[in-house]
């Protein structure tokens, strides 16, 4: 690629402001995590000691995807506080691939991990009951006990993932996104944060209905098999959404382009600007979910350096004007449309 005068950039920090759109996303980033944190440390506590209160085999294993939920949490904050790490000779785009590292660790580790371990001690019990028929009576007064920090726990995480959607409501706003429902979100969305919240959320809602049916079970039919059993299907799911994670995290490490929508307000603002005949060629990737790389190869009018280096200025202008919720990282190359291409 050419020296374009500003199509090229300097590998020093920026000294160009980010813009205020720009400036309230990063005032709102991981606000759902925090929040998830918190709740989730009152839920773990509270799962834990009803846990070794009943022995129950579900709670252990919501006890487990709590931990493991607040553990990631925790590497979520601190991928974040990594990625506003500014850019150097070693890392000229900056650290901001950092939040997609820490939500595949999440993933890969965390989650899985923890669906290992309450997969294999529910294992252990349904082994154990199945094998002692005096191991199958409940004591249903300690499995009430387990069944109500069940119901609380879900109105917890209930409130959690609403807080996570109503985020993600906000960045649409502000981005000018068109609204989606929660699983099409999830799907699109450039944030690890958000992706990984969301997850995590929808699966402890979906882990606490199986602890409770399995602990309501087994008060019921007075047979400790069934809490072991709903214990098992959380350890499952929670396997099973470490997958998901994993492949949508990975996605992003390796790194996705901008959507449908923004990729036409980018054309748009290019194809728009005075001196550009056309656009020959366009890439990006998004290195977080607000700082985006474009390279953009354009034909225009004249075939000279200074009329060329002044295009470049107000291709990058229009772009950054067009959407100024991204923090853009622009390289521009004029050229020619070549017979062939």
């Not at 882990?207 to 019921?220: E, K, N, T």
């Amino acid at each position: 690629m050419e020296d374009q005068g500003s199509s090229v950039q300097s590998l020093a920090p920026r000294t160009e402001p980010e813009t205020p759109q720009v400036r309230e996303e990063r005032k709102h980033a991981g606000a759902a995590v925090k929040a998830a944190l918190l709740a989730n440390i009152g839920v773990a506590v509270a799962k834990l000691a009803a846990a070794v209160f009943t022995g129950s085999s579900s709670m252990l294993s919501e006890s487990v995807h709590s931990i493991a939920d607040c553990s990631n949490e925790v590497v979520l904050i601190i991928g974040d506080r990594v990625s506003r790490h500014r850019m150097n000779t070693v890392h000229p785009f900056g650290w901001y691939r950092t939040k997609y590292l820490a939500s595949f660790v999440v993933a890969t580790l965390l989650f899985f991990v923890g669906g290992f371990f309450s997969t294999s001690e529910a294992v252990k019990k349904l082994v154990a009951v199945s094998g002692d028929p005096v191991l199958r009576d409940a004591n249903r007064m300690e499995l009430l006990v387990a069944l109500a920090v069940v119901v609380v726990s879900a109105c917890l995480e209930g409130y959690g993932l609403h807080q996570s959607m109503k985020e993600a409501d906000e960045r649409m706003e502000r981005t000018c996104t068109p609204r989606m429902g929660m699983f099409r979100f999830w799907k699109h969305t450039k944030s690890a944060e958000l992706a990984s919240v969301i997850m995590e959320d929808t699966l402890a809602l979906i882990g606490l209905a199986f602890a409770f049916l399995g602990i309501g079970a087994a008060i019921v039919f007075d047979d400790e098999i069934y809490d072991a059993a709903g214990g098992l299907c959380v350890g499952v799911l929670l396997m099973v959404g470490s997958l998901f994670l994993a492949y949508k995290s990975g996605s992003l490490l390796i790194g996705e382009s901008v959507d449908a929508s923004t990729r036409e307000r980018i054309v748009g603002a290019v194809e728009a600007t005075p001196g550009v005949e056309r656009l020959i060629n366009m890439q990006t990737v998004h290195m977080s979910e607000d700082n985006v790389l474009l390279c953009v190869k354009v034909q225009t009018s004249k075939l000279d350096r200074d009329y060329d280096v002044q295009t470049v200025d107000k291709i990058e202008r229009n772009v950054r004007e067009a959407l100024p919720w991204f923090d853009f990282e622009i390289y521009v190359e004029p050229d020619i449309v070549r017979a062939g291409r």
